[in-house]
Nanobody, 119 residues
Framework: QVQLVESGGGLVQPGGSLRLSCAAS????????MGWFRQAPGKQREKIAQ????????YYADSVKGRFIISRDAAKNTVYLQMNSLKPEDTAVYFC????????????WGQGTQVTVSS
């Protein structure tokens, strides 16, 4: 059974930082893209970052480029999202997801973790 389990969300002040973790299990992700999505209240879910499991081909949405960094630790089967210079508009539920590199559909999803940026 494939599982993606996020952790690390919480309340942070504007300008602060958080690091989200996504622990992956149940299959090999060696040929997969790992991604981070977010969904704010009343808005559609958006992809904000993705990377191949080998660390290649990083992608960032314009809204987070230069502030967020996606990385992975293959030994721990974990993907991270380092979020810096957080803004109130970054408030959302953040989801980890995975898809095979040859398939455009994101097949596996975590349960989500809340990030709230507020003073």
């Amino acid at each position: 059974q494939v599982q993606l389990v996020e952790s690390g969300g919480g309340l942070v002040q504007p300008g602060g930082s958080l690091r989200l973790s996504c622990a992956a299990s149940g299959r090999s992700f060696s040929n997969a893209f790992m991604g981070w999505f977010r969904q704010a209240p009343g808005k559609q879910r958006e992809k904000i970052a993705q990377v191949l499991w080998n660390g290649n081909s990083p992608y960032y949405a314009d809204s987070v480029k230069g502030r967020f960094i996606i990385s992975r630790d293959a030994a721990k089967n974990t993907v991270y999202l380092q979020m810096n210079s957080l803004k109130p508009e970054d408030t959302a539920v953040y989801f980890c997801a995975a898809r095979d590199s040859s398939v455009p559909t994101w097949r596996y999803w975590g349960q989500g973790t809340q990030v709230t940026v507020s003073s």
